[in-house]
């Protein structure tokens, strides 16, 4: 069902966490080989010149292979796919599909990405979770727009979806989803064109911990999402455009992976008894992404 207000989210919550819940651990890459920025799709992909913003491939397959290495310190097996010539932007890994429990087993519910340019790079991941033995699904209904956890991020202890909508996944997606599948969805309204994705503006750091950017949102999200979280830090408008806070990830619920550069966000998450280790993005920022969008969290 949709949770719409305080209360629903409270009965939800007070019939506790759900024992089949499970929480993806292993994580999906994509290498940057053929990554570059061949059109604007975000506003972060132009110069103020209006050009597109031009990539140094040596240091972005760097900066990539030290972001891996990094989550590999942090005890996680990453897998990888090769990347594809054409698709310069199927390094951000967390766009082309939604991984959840179904029924006892893995699925995958695959993207229709907004844009045009993207939309094949969703067969190649279909195809590496097709191997892996997922439960596969495909939208249905006509008209919709989703891409993966840009916009729908799983809460870590409760069947519930937080999902954005904006630009790049409609409310068609998330009727799908609340009648096919045993999920529930907190729709999180997006209001600004530089928080174009839940996930350059909202992450959840832990059980009880998330991370958000209260100018993306409105008072009714911003309302559930402290009635969910007991911990809500506040992000940086400015920091988070520059150094995409709101787009960190957290392994295990202990360590922050994130681009450095911030004051703010360091000490707020420091305080809230976080471990923090900063990485180089710059490149894929200059294509409106960082940690976060650079993997999927799989079964
Ligand atoms: N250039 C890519 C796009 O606009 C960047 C995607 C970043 N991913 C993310 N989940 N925010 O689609």
Known sequence: MFINNETELKNLMAAGRSQNWKNPQRMLMVSPKYFSIAYAINPYMVQENGQLNSVDNNLAMASWLKLKS????????????????????????????????????????????????????????????????????????????AEGNGDLLLDPCYPIVWGGIGTRTNDAAYQEIVQRFQLNVVRMPLRSKDFYHLDTCFSILSADTCVIQPKAFDEVTLMLVRSR??????????????????????????????????????????????ALKEVDTAEFMKSGGSVFCMKMMVF
């Open 70 to 145: 990094t989550f590999e310190e942090l005890g996680v097996t990453v897998h990888t796919l090769p990347g594809i010539p054409h698709l310069p932007d199927m390094v951000f890994a967390a766009n082309q599909s939604f991984v959840f429990w179904h029924q006892g087993k893995p699925a995958v519910l695959m993207s229709r990405m907004m844009a045009p340019e993207r939309r094949e790079e969703v067969t190649y991941f279909e195809d590496w979770f097709k191997a892996q033995g997922y439960q596969v699904f495909q939208f249905e209904t006509p008209g919709v727009f």
């Open 229 to 274: 979280f007991k911990n809500v830090i506040m992000l940086d408008e400015q920091e988070n455009k520059k150094f995409f806070t709101g787009n960190c990830h957290a392994i295990a619920g202990k360590t922050i992976v994130t681009q450095a550069g911030s004051t703010t966000f360091k000490n707020d998450v420091a305080k809230a008894g976080f």
